[in-house]
């Protein structure tokens, strides 16, 4: 595989917290938290805006136990994730965690700076694309997403389109300078297919950048139980994405690197992160990034289990509420010295392509 020479980001300080090889420190010195079921989210968001533009047929979300999922009528119905606005005040939270994780950064990707346009996969709330907008205001930036969830208020050379990523990409060829994605984890079914598809659409010389974790968490000092609802979490997941056809297991296969170089990438550049699933970390930055992490997760936690849990796997919702309460539990026990895997991953399209 070819492995990148070329210089870090002109913002770039050196390598993201969490990536390294070795153990992530413990704090000896933190406190457990009081642990009440009651308090499992830290309130309702309210990014519900929609663009104006789309027709009513798109906005007929799927109900799932009270919960909204997108619209059947474009593309797969199976994605897991829902578009309600718990969820969607989540995927903000999670764009500053993410943005943490990068050491404030928005990409990795040694990009030039005359940037002209650039697409973000699996746009979401569109808070990364609207970042971006702000830092390169004369880049056109192009969010696509399979649920209208974005804000109407955005930098004027922003727009979001509703959009499968998996059906063939009507965007011309060799028009983008930069295609971001980014937590699209169990979303894309054939990930060769995808980076193709991409390969066409970036210019020579454009890169893509992916930033996805693996549905696992992990412990480097044995702190994670056998029983662990941890691994209940891993393993509902995998059995999930095996019913729908999706991997969530995505670093531990090298997936993404893979299909990268099966497309036609060069420079491919490879990035491992260890996000601690709470603030048991000594680092102050790891602590941070742990603490974002784990708000992100009770902001919502029955939204990214229910679909597999009850849809996928037909089981009831009182076991799925049990589970997230000895889940919410073990994540509030810094004893347990848990972390969640990511992987970077960042190529180019060759020159002379």
């Given at each position: 595989?070819?492995?990148?020479?070329?210089?870090?980001?002109?913002?770039?300080?050196?390598?993201?917290?969490?990536?390294?090889?070795?153990?992530?420190?413990?704090?000896?010195?933190?406190?457990?938290?009081?642990?009440?079921?009651?308090?499992?989210?830290?309130?309702?968001?309210?990014?519900?805006?929609?663009?104006?533009?789309?027709?009513?047929?798109?906005?007929?979300?799927?109900?799932?136990?009270?919960?909204?999922?997108?619209?059947?009528?474009?593309?797969?119905?199976?994605?897991?994730?829902?578009?309600?606005?718990?969820?969607?005040?989540?995927?903000?939270?999670?764009?500053?965690?993410?943005?943490?994780?990068?050491?404030?950064?928005?990409?990795?990707?040694?990009?030039?700076?005359?940037?002209?346009?650039?697409?973000?996969?699996?746009?979401?709330?569109?808070?990364?694309?609207?970042?971006?907008?702000?830092e390169y205001p004369n880049c056109e930036v192009i969010g696509t997403d399979l649920s209208p969830i974005q804000p109407s208020w955005c930098p004027p050379n922003v727009k979001f389109e509703i959009d499968d990523a998996q059906q063939p990409w009507t965007f011309a060829r060799n028009s983008f300078d930069f295609i971001h994605l980014r937590y699209i984890v169990g979303g894309i079914a054939d990930w060769p297919a995808f980076f193709k598809e991409a390969y066409a659409t970036l210019k020579p010389g454009g890169w893509i950048e992916s930033f996805e974790p693996e549905a696992d968490f992990r412990s480097d000092d044995g702190t994670i139980k056998p029983d662990s609802a941890l691994y209940i979490w891993r393993d509902l997941f995998s059995e999930g994405g095996k019913k729908l056809g999706v991997s969530f297991t995505l670093n531990t296969d090298n997936t993404i690197p893979k299909a990268m170089e099966e497309a036609g990438f060069v420079n491919i550049t490879v990035k491992d992160i260890k996000v601690p699933i709470s603030g048991w970390a000594a680092d102050p930055k790891l602590k941070e990034i742990g603490q974002w992490f784990q708000y992100t997760l009770e902001q919502d936690l029955e939204g990214y289990v229910m679909f597999m849990w009850t849809k996928v796997l037909n089981r009831s919702l009182e076991e799925m509420h049990v589970f997230l309460a000895a889940f919410r539990k073990e994540m509030r026990t810094k004893s347990v010295h848990a972390y969640l895997p990511q992987r970077l991953v960042y190529a180019q399209k060759p020159e002379t392509a």
């Open positions: 595989m070819a492995t990148s020479e070329n210089p870090e980001p002109a913002t770039s300080t050196g390598a993201p917290p969490g990536a390294t090889e070795g153990p992530i420190e413990a704090d000896p010195d933190q406190g457990e938290e009081e642990f009440d079921d009651a308090d499992s989210a830290l309130g309702a968001g309210d990014n519900a805006s929609s663009t104006a533009s789309l027709t009513e047929s798109i906005l007929e979300y799927r109900t799932l136990h009270g919960r909204t999922f997108h619209s059947s009528r474009l593309g797969s119905d199976n994605y897991w994730g829902p578009n309600d606005e718990r969820q969607n005040e989540a995927m903000d939270m999670n764009h500053h965690f993410m943005t943490l994780c990068l050491g404030g950064r928005l990409f990795m990707s040694p990009l030039k700076p005359d940037l002209q346009k650039v697409l973000d996969v699996g746009t979401g709330t569109g808070l990364w694309a609207i970042d971006f907008a702000d």
